[in-house]
């Protein structure tokens, strides 16, 4: 009713809103969504040690369904706009996407002094373009209800920043 107090956010909606903003950096007045969506490097750096392609794809899945009601929770306690931009669990949870196919090495993994930076610079990048673009069908899936959709767009801008890095890598960019 008009004039009422909001309803107090309950424990799991307030889990849900610091998980899902990724730790409140997604209230950033700045570009919050590339703001969030640094908390993604660390995790696709994390993603990268792991088995190829057994258990990448699993911490993968596993993030980006996680994320479906972490986000859906979220939008609701953050008012109910469909994708509210404090939101960042999308992005944080689908940049680890753009690396998959690099050879581990080339991303730190056993040595971190061998890291190729500009691989994990341009995949960023590429990340947050095509997140904010929407090229189709990344703006389709954007529709989906609840979480899905909120969670899809990003995994979709995650697979052509992905496709996009590796034909830089063939063109010789980062050799």
Do not use: N
């Not at 700045?30 to 258990?55: E, N, Q, R, S």
Request: proline share 8%; charged share 15%.
């Amino acid at each position: 009713m008009e004039g009422e107090s909001p309803r107090p956010l309950s424990i799991l909606d307030r889990a849900a809103v610091t998980v899902a903003t990724g730790l409140g950096f997604g209230f950033s007045p700045w570009m919050p969504g590339t703001v969030g969506a640094i908390w993604g490097l660390p995790l696709a750096f994390a993603v990268a040690h792991l088995a190829w392609p057994a258990g990448q794809l699993a911490a993968i899945v596993a993030c980006f369904l996680v994320g479906v009601p972490i986000c859906a929770a979220a939008a609701r306690a953050l008012g109910g706009k469909k994708d509210p931009g404090a939101i960042v669990w999308d992005e944080i949870a689908s940049l680890p996407i753009v690396f998959l196919g690099i050879a581990p090495e080339r991303l730190g993994v056993g040595d971190l002094a061998a890291a190729d930076w500009r691989l994990y610079a341009a995949g960023f990048v590429l990340h947050r373009v095509f997140d904010i673009a929407k090229p189709p069908p990344a703006r389709q899936v954007e529709r989906l209800p609840g979480g899905w959709g909120i969670m899809a767009d990003d995994a979709l801008a995650a697979a052509m920043g992905c496709a996009s890095l590796h034909l830089l890598d063939w063109l010789g960019l980062f050799r």
